[in-house]
């Protein structure tokens, strides 16, 4: 049994712009640090979350990655199905027929 035990996530982004203009910032570095030892798995990907952004992906992008990995070929399609549920959500597979628009 573990008496005490430590999570300490720190992550260090350096980037540097090969087309340094004016108005861009030619080089920075983000860093992000913390103890993460008693995290849901909702913080983790909150901590990925802000590693992408600070690499430059667009939230869009960002949440169809995390779409991606929970509704994948890789997944079951009972797996697939109870997420969806917990999220309100329907698959494609689980509809019938498309319902033909009515316009007034």
Request: charged share 30%; hydrophobic share 35%.
């Given at each position: ?40 798995v909702h913080a983790w990907f909150g901590v990925f979350e802000k590693v ?53």
């Amino acid at each position: 049994m573990f008496e005490s035990a430590s999570s300490t996530l720190k992550i260090s982004i350096s980037y540097k712009n090969p087309r340094y203009e004016l108005d861009s910032v030619p080089e920075h570095e983000f860093t992000f640090e913390a103890e993460m030892i008693d995290a849901s798995v909702h913080a983790w990907f909150g901590v990925f979350e802000k590693v992408l952004a600070y690499q430059g992906f667009s939230e869009k992008n960002i949440c169809a990655g995390g779409c991606q990995l929970a509704f994948n070929e890789y997944r079951t399609p009972e797996m697939m199905r109870q997420i969806a549920k917990e999220y309100d959500l329907k698959l494609i597979e689980d509809t019938g027929p498309a319902e033909e628009s009515k316009e007034d």
